[in-house]
């Protein structure tokens, strides 16, 4: 029988301060006890107009991993991702994902999500992902954070 995994962001929602960096691990988890070459493909939709200077780093889950394919759209929003190595089993993070968001109003939501061409293939078998989580992004605009409270702004004799 195929083996089951997930694959999903941590953490799932995430505070943002509008152009500041914010960091998501894509880990796995229900990885398969042994220890194989696989293929990880990963394809995210984001948001552009709310996430921008979008970099993925690989992580430690396959030992001297190999970038297969790398396109991130900041148009469309579309990130296309594969890599391929030796699961060692010792870590969990496929990868990395570094990005800056962008918001001038109020507090707003946007979402990272995994498209259907995410997956991770073995030497014989292809893992069912049977399941996948985006993540939630709450974006406060940076100017509420330079305003001082009332008490740091009087001082006290």
Known sequence: PPTRSFVLFSPNEVNAVSRQP???????????????????????????????????????????????????DLKNGRISYALKGTNQNRESKIAYLTFNTINN??????KIEFQPKTLIKGELKNFILNKTEGATIIVSPAIFRDIPTASSSVKLK
Not at 32 to 40: D, F, K, T
Not at 105 to 110: A, D, F, S, Y
């Open 22 to 72: 914010v960091l998501l691990n894509i880990i796995a988890e229900g990885r398969p006890a042994s220890m194989s070459s696989q293929i990880i493909q990963i394809e995210l939709s984001f948001d552009p107009k709310v996430i921008y200077n979008l970099k993925i780093i690989p992580g430690a889950y396959l030992e001297n991993p190999q970038i297969l394919y790398e396109r991130i």
């Open 105 to 110: 109003g109020l507090e707003k939501q946007t």
